[in-house]
């Protein structure tokens, strides 16, 4: 069972685990920039399932009977800043909501190739329960990713561009 696919395998779990971590932090003031009742729910929601993706990762060493190592994902702490800096400047314009949809897809698109490739390891190694539990994340970061560009294209580019 020990080989680097295993230990790559674990260390990527423990990146994407920082990832949702540093988002637990980030959505609760993406919903509070968010100008839209919409939009603000859909982080709010997402802030929901993020505890819960967080959960299933606990799972999943446990799963394989491992401990997790202390890592930063670095990816999404500059995500998290350029999304930040666009917030700032984009603060009471038409455009917020646009500037935080694109933001936050960046975001879904990093969980979406990290979860995306950890599924793809899991079910080469044969890890059916933590294949189980990676599947059921993916399928909650897609589900947000189209729920976003729903908003983006009926709501949030719409407003912006009427500026
Ligand atoms: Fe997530
Ligand atoms: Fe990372
Ligand atoms: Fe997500």
């Known amino acids: 069972m020990n080989n680097d696919l295993h230990d790559l395998f674990l260390e990527e779990l423990a990146d994407i685990y920082s990832a949702e971590q540093q988002l637990t ?12 009742e919409e939009l603000r729910q859909a982080f709010e929601e997402h802030l929901e399932q993020t505890q819960e993706q ?4 606990d799972q999943v ?10 890592k930063t994902c670095k990816a999404m702490q500059g995500l998290i800043e350029e999304g930040t800096e666009v ?19 960046k975001i879904e698109h990093y969980e979406i190739a990290t979860y995306g490739t950890l599924c793809t390891w899991a079910e080469q190694m044969g890890h059916p329960d933590a294949l189980d539990l990676l599947k059921q994340t993916i399928d909650e970061e897609e589900t947000t990713d189209e729920r976003l560009t729903e908003l983006a294209e009926s709501l949030a580019n719409p407003q912006a561009e009427q500026s």
């Open 54 to 57: 967080i959960s299933r990762i």
């Open 61 to 70: 060493f446990e799963s394989l009977d491992e401990s997790m190592k202390r």
């Open 25 to 36: 932090k980030a959505l609760p003031k993406m919903a509070r920039a968010a100008e839209s």
């Open 87 to 105: 917030m700032q400047e984009y603060k009471g314009s038409p455009a917020i909501d646009a500037a935080l949809i694109a933001a936050a897809q």
